[in-house]
């Protein structure tokens, strides 16, 4: 999810500086949102209590 919102903002960037704003404005849009996202996933990962697996 992390990797999505990466290239989505380097995507962004990339048509800000060629002056595309329309394309610049809804990359980086959609990697804040990814960001968030993500950054809910790994707060639960981290605050829920369930072990995790052992392969052996």
Known sequence: MLYYAVMFLVVGLIAGALNFMGVSEVAVQISW????VGMVLVALHLFSNRPTPRIT
Do not use: C, Q, S
């Not at 949102?33 to 968030?36: A, D």
């Open 33 to 36: 949102i990814l960001f968030l």
